[in-house]
């Protein structure tokens, strides 16, 4: 008992672990030199060779890690976690036109995944129709086709809306899509109340990393708010904003400042509405974040650990919020695309697998596992049935799932923990010095702070300071696919989606489109006048994505792209 | 064999438009690459993204470029570089050294060489290889 109480104090744990590092471990190095000149994380924190006590001494184990379910939430934002209800495994899927997907998500359901999870083709992001005379090279290659709500229901057909969450990849027209949505739903005789799911529609990370934007930056996130508001009065299950630090990762970031520009982006969003009169207890239940789950395994777990207690101290502090529901983060994590590599394809599966284990240990409530095959292509049916059985061997067969937060106390782990909370916090207090988050996107602060990251990753990869196998080290000679079968779509989606589409305008009621489209128009620049319910009307119309886009570039204009490097 | 010709101070420096295709706003690639020929002492312009190949054409003609880099992620790298190459040979632009960089499949690697392409990247290439390449390139067509 005496040896455990001197271990407890302080200044004699410092000395212990000096003495340890200055005798004990030098003798080791002596012997055999460190492998690196340097240890860092992924994203560049210095590591040490060990944690003791002493690295966690400042951190309470009650106010800053507590327990699962209660504040600060740093366990994660349940209490039974996956005891109780698993993650959601939640595949993205989009090509072609609608029926394609909508099979896509029919094969998905059929060998074990429990979510829906949508991407768009670039003509949808960005607020074109598929007859645009530019685009139509582009129509349902990297996402499904929609043009009008027509689309939408083939999409969802034969899906029970009331029973599946769904995710909708979409940002710059996720006003439209939210409303087509809803609008399916309605027609289909399901009410807004039973309608669960997400829209990204984090708008601000497009103009720093993902690049989908039409509409100038301010004008943007108004939009948003409208569609929070929107949610929260006629579809309260459904989360009209998934604040994403997936692609500010995946284009260059650290994980700080994956957590950082995310918050910032957040609370951007939450306190233009204040700015409206709402307040954030009746928005912020209904925010949702989603991360890059990278391939530093315990820096992911500690970063999932530290954006949970940040974003639990900033609604309730800084934001006042009251309701408990407000200050929990509930995140959909991804497995970073950006570390899939084009060579030895095979190996994907091992990294796809180490960063699942990491969103699971870290406390995800849904999950999306790239496919082998991702750097290349659309993936494949057989590449994509691999990624759903890697989340069920995790869920199934490791015991990652069976207690609640297993990490917790990890000296390292808690201490990486609070040391992410604390880099992040800093950013964000540096954007707000500069005037918040839509600030830091005009001034460009935010693409270079990334693009500098980014340049920082690829030194370091061609000096060597970094191993990528089968990139820069473990080289094989044979350049090729490995023998997989890449995905193929099928050429004459375009044709056939140009056809859907003249049909749809051949149709339908001219004079209640021209009406809707008019109606917009005339309130689109009035900040305090929620569009959403026009939107809605321009969509049961079926007004197209591109012409509610045109309304609103008339009135708005459009953000001229970012040529910072 | 390389390098020493950029770093001379009496050969002006190489101009390269670095042009992101369509609507594909995967940059990341495109904006590493730009900086890393800044850093070896080339006159880089990036155009940014959701350009055209007509406007891409105009840039090159504008900037008197004599290297165009393309980056295409979007899966539409074919259709764009097929366009590029016609426009720049009705333009007599063909001395330009057309890079393609991306995830290009082998089979459309070897077909964009065959409509003009010079050469092209794909993942994982080491930015002092493409450094290289634009040296040795310029030089050769200035002595042809």
Same mark, same amino acid.
């Given at each position: ?115 829906? #999870? ?54 710059? #027209? ?9 609008? @399916? ?5 399901? #009410? ?346 321009? @969509?049961?119309?079926?007004?197209? @994505? ?17 040529? @910072?490097? | ?26 940059? %990341? &690639? ?7 020929? %800044? ?29 165009? &880099? ?31 960089? &991306? ?10 060489? %065959? ?23 310029? &030089?050769? %067509?200035?002595?042809?």
């Amino acid at each position: 008992m005496d040896h455990l109480n001197a271990v407890k104090e302080p200044a004699a744990a410092s000395a212990r672990v000096r003495k340890w590092k200055e005798e004990r471990l030098a003798k080791d190095h002596e012997r055999i030199p460190p492998r690196q000149e340097e240890f860092k994380t992924l994203s560049g924190l210095e590591i040490d060779d060990v944690y003791t006590e002493e690295d966690v001494k400042d951190i309470d184990p009650v106010e800053d890690i507590g327990l699962p379910g209660e504040y600060p939430f740093t366990r994660g934002p349940h209490a039974s976690m996956y005891r109780g209800r698993p993650w959601t495994i939640r595949q993205v899927a989009g090509f072609g036109q609608a029926e394609d997907t909508n099979n896509r998500y029919k094969y998905l359901l059929a060998h074990g995944e429990t979510g829906l #999870s949508t991407d768009f083709d670039l003509p949808t992001l960005l607020g074109f129709d598929s007859d645009h005379p530019e685009y139509r090279r582009e129509i349902g290659k990297i996402g499904v086709a929609v043009d009008t709500v027509v689309d939408f229901h083939a999409l969802f057909d034969g899906i029970p809306l009331e029973e599946v969450s769904t995710s909708l990849t979409i940002n710059a #027209s996720a006003a439209i899509l939210l409303a087509m949505y809803r609008v @399916v739903g309605d027609e289909r005789g399901i #009410s807004g109340s039973q309608l669960t799911g997400t829209t990204q529609n984090d708008i601000l990370k497009e103009y720093t990393a993902q690049n989908e934007f039409i509409f100038p930056p301010a004008k943007a996130a108004e939009l948003v708010v409208d569609t929070m508001e929107y949610g929260a009065q006629v579809m309260p299950r459904f989360n009209p904003l998934n604040a994403c630090g997936y692609h500010i990762r995946d284009a260059g970031a650290t994980a700080v400042q994956e957590v950082g520009l995310t918050v910032s982006a957040a609370l951007c969003y939450l306190e233009l509405a204040q700015q409206r009169g709402i307040h954030p207890d009746t928005l912020a239940p209904r925010v949702s974040f989603f991360w890059d789950v990278h391939n530093d395994f315990l820096e992911e777990v500690a970063k999932l650990r530290a954006a949970r207690r940040l974003w639990a101290r900033l609604t309730r502090e800084r934001l006042k919020c009251r309701d408990p529901r407000s200050w929990l983060m509930r995140a959909h994590c991804q497995t970073a695309g950006v570390s899939l590599t084009a060579q030895q394809p095979l190996n994907n599966v091992a990294r796809t697998a180490i960063q699942a284990l990491a969103s699971v240990l870290g406390g995800t409530q849904s999950l999306h596992t790239n496919s082998l095959d991702e750097a290349f292509a659309i993936p494949s049916e057989e590449a994509i049935k691999v990624a759903v059985r890697t989340q069920q061997i995790i869920l199934e067969e490791s015991g990652a799932g069976d207690v609640v937060d297993p990490l917790a106390g990890s000296y390292y782990v808690e201490s990486l923990t609070s040391q992410i909370e604390e880099e992040a916090s800093e950013l964000i207090g540096r954007i707000d010095e500069m005037g918040g988050m839509i600030a830091a996107v005009e001034n460009g602060y935010a693409n270079q702070l990334i693009a500098d990251s980014a340049w920082e990753h690829q030194l370091s990869l061609e000096r060597g300071e970094r191993t990528i196998v089968g990139v820069n080290d473990f080289i094989d000679d044979d350049r090729s696919t490995g023998g997989i079968e890449l995905f193929k779509l099928d050429p004459g989606v375009g044709e056939r989606q140009m056809k859907r589409l003249a049909e749809v305008k051949r149709s339908r009621e001219e004079a209640r489109v021209a009406k809707a489209l008019r109606e917009l128009e005339s309130v689109a620049g009035d900040l305090h006048h929620n569009r959403m319910p026009l939107i809605e009307e321009a @969509v049961r119309a079926r007004a197209t @994505v591109g012409e509610i886009c045109d309304v609103l570039r008339s009135v708005w204009g459009e953000y001229q792209p970012s040529t @910072v490097f | 064999m390389t390098g020493s010709s950029i770093s001379s101070p009496q050969a002006p420096p190489i101009k390269v438009v670095v042009a992101k295709p369509g609507l594909d706003g995967h940059d %990341r &690639g495109a904006k590493v690459v730009a900086r890393s020929l %800044r850093d070896a002492g080339m006159e880089v312009v990036y155009t940014g993204i959701f350009q055209t190949p007509e406007s891409i054409l105009r840039a090159v003609i504008q900037e008197d470029a004599q290297v165009l &880099g393309l980056s295409s992620l979007s899966g539409a790298h074919m259709e764009y570089a097929e366009d590029l190459c016609t426009l720049l040979r009705e333009n007599d632009r063909e001395d330009v050294l057309f890079l393609v960089g &991306g995830t290009i499949p082998e089979e459309d690697a070897a077909q964009l060489k %065959r409509v003009g392409v010079t050469e092209v990247f794909g993942p994982g290439t080491r930015t002092e290889d493409i450094i290289n390449y634009i040296v040795d390139g310029v &030089g050769e %067509r200035a002595d042809a």
